[in-house]
């Protein structure tokens, strides 16, 4: 849709646009083709724009395009599979190459966000919808989440604030951190009760 209807849109207001399948095709195989010829892979290339909705077609198709519609899906990978054969050890090494490729590049673009524990709100959330708890009191053993109407002891959401940290640190929190990072709604002998007990408690 090169040229949207005036007032097209989503939801912020933005008109957005969408390529032509066919130019999309062309792009993505020329990537592919140079992604190939980067790491010395020497293999044909074959590309389709695939419509996997069945109730879509389109009339008047003019021949030779490269489309395969839900109801030709099946006929099509039928005829693929007719031309493929045993893999090569030149095939095994493309393989090892591309997995090699697509682990490196993932490391490459997996960057985490610039964030300290400083940084970062303390505020103790339900697992379930991740809303504020609000407030506590010092002897409750049971929450229940006015969203969801999912009920929790207590110590369920003190783990999912543990386990919250450890995901964003990569560590187990301290004592103190962990009393912090809980917003306070915890006193320390409670959380040392739950998860420090059974060792020295870090500080």
């Known amino acids: 849709m090169e040229n949207p209807e005036e007032g097209e849109g989503n939801a912020n207001g933005e008109v957005i646009t969408y390529k032509n399948p066919i130019e999309q095709l062309k792009e993505n195989r020329i990537n592919l083709a140079q992604l190939f010829q980067k790491l010395n ?8 724009v ?4 069945p109730n879509y077609y389109i009339h008047e198709l003019p021949a030779g395009e490269p489309f395969v519609f839900r109801g030709q899906l099946q006929t099509h990978i039928e005829k ?12 095994q090494i493309y393989v090892r190459n591309l997995e090699r490729y697509n682990k490196d590049t993932s490391k490459e673009d997996y960057q985490l966000p610039n964030y300290t524990f400083e940084s970062l709100s303390k505020i103790l959330l339900f697992p379930c919808c991740k809303k504020d708890i609000g407030l506590l009191s010092n002897y409750q053993k049971f929450i229940e989440c006015h ?13 999912y604030a543990r386990w919250e940290f450890q995901n964003l640190f990569g560590q187990e929190p301290t004592l103190m951190q962990l009393y912090h990072w809980c917003d306070q709604k915890f006193s320390k002998p409670r959380l040392h009760t739950w998860f420090y007990k059974k060792k020295s408690p870090p500080v």
């Open 41 to 48: 892979i020497k293999l044909p290339i074959e590309s389709y």
């Open 147 to 159: 969203n969801c109407h999912k009920k929790y002891a207590m110590k369920d959401i003190g783990e």
């Open 50 to 53: 695939i419509f996997a909705h």
């Open 80 to 91: 693929v599979k007719q031309h493929i054969y045993p893999a090569t050890e030149d095939t």
